[in-house]
């Protein structure tokens, strides 16, 4: 639908603007509701135009990206959370991603605008329910939009029966106290019938207003960031009186709840204002994601302003990366590791605990941020502009009746069939720990070789034999504490492992590692045989 817009001359907005602060009550502070994440990531699912680009779940998962997305997202509604999570389990296209880094790094340059749009924007987080589902999903018109009974057509002839009934039997007959009941069945029925609805749709209506006022606020506001606002005034008003109720039904409580059961007023009003609602989705929406993306933008812009490290990523080609200082914005005093690879993957060694399954984590946060929002936590950074698929934390299955081996066949098929559909970086940390060690590195330096032949693929493992038989897809990184005492990573193998020494630091005592490391002793020089039956007996020197 179209509207006519009319503007006032500019000489009257700081006039009109001041007699509106005087007049309007102060508002209260918002609340940052707790939603669901499947309320955060309900515009994702509804809106994807390609599934296949998306991170999958076990990728979310490993990731820790719903926390990163709540760490993002401070004082942002769930609007803006939703888009939030959108940009980050889709990533954006090149033109779109170069569009919003220069809506970004407006708001970066003037931290002033930033803070009147971030409190412009803040009467959006009053909305408590997400409006995502109504507003695009082609099947809520079903649940939220029933059928108009026909006769709420003539709802005023409900009262005028009661009225009428009372009267005659005070002044006629008592059998019309019949006639009473049945009028008085007709009025509280539709309110017994209708009411969680209508709780609903109360909450989605004033989701939706919340939403319109924001965008009546910019509307003329002179933000260059805002300027898609202007000339929705007209339109955003029409809609924001037709959700609204009369003033006698949202007035005194007492005089609203004779409206509500002697009048059906909320009833009238819910069918009256979800039909206006359905007949304005498609203005809705582009209201929805007028408010919803700048409302995401200024989050960004408020979190690097608060973020000490952090960079523009630049694009890569599919099969290389550099990381320069690359730290995990959740991690707190976080080692800052470089890496670079051009053509081939990465084998990850190091010691127990030292902090490869982190780096894991830190590498696929930032290529999933680069991804989505352009900007990652390093130095320098250029990266992929690829789906990131993870497999690190695979586990059995009680309920399922599915051992951890089986679960980690299970999602290495899912990594081997994501390679092969399209470009991909693979993150694998500690590949089929769930069988021996002989049929683990078999497996694993078979499923290695053909994953890291179609994608760039990170790997950590703790079995080092499959460095050198992976280095012609691999290339061997490690991760260790130099004599400084500071973290890197650094090309290379590691040379000695600290599971047997850790022992004894643990509580084990040194008669348990004395043991643990005689039999490693015989496990390095020769397999099967008896001769290795008395290594445990205690007796044995």
Known sequence: MSFTVFRLPDYWRPLLARLAALTTPAEPEPQDYPFAPSDVARLQRLTADDADDALDDPTWRDLLLERYGEHISAETSIFGRQVLYRRLRNGSGEDEAALRRTRIETLLADPGRLARLHHGLR??????????????????????????PAWLRVWFLIPLLLAASIAAALLL???????TAVAMYLLVAPQMRYRERMEEWGRLGGALQMMLRVCALLDGSGHPLAEDFTGRAEGVG??????????????????????????????????????MAFAQRAFLCECYDLCANLEADVALARHLLATPLWCWAGRSAARSLALDEGVHP?????????????????????????GKSTFLRTLGLNLAAARAFGFCYARRASLPALPVVASMQNEDSLLGGQSLYIAELARARELLAAAAARPVVCLVDEIFRGTNHEESVSAAAAVLDELAAQALVVVSSHNLVLGPLLAHRLAPWRVGTGDDGVLRLEPGLLGRTNGIALLAGHGFGTAVQGKAEKVARWLAGQRGGGAGADLLDDGVG
């Open 238 to 275: 029409w809609i924001s009186r037709r959700l609204t109720p009369s003033p006698l039904v949202d007035g005194a409580p007492l005089v609203k709840d004779y409206q509500h059961w002697f009048m059906l007023a909320n009833v009238r009003h819910y069918f009256r204002s979800v039909r």
């Open 123 to 148: 009467a959006l987080r009053h909305a408590d329910i997400e409006v995502a589902g109504l507003l695009f999903d082609a099947d809520a018109s079903f649940t939220l939009a029933p059928l108009q």
């Open 173 to 179: 007959s008592p059998l019309a106290w019949l006639a």
């Open 330 to 354: 959740l991690v707190a005093g976080a080692s800052a590791l470089s890496i670079a690879l051009d053509g081939k993957g990465a084998f990850l060694s190091g010691q127990n605990g030292v």
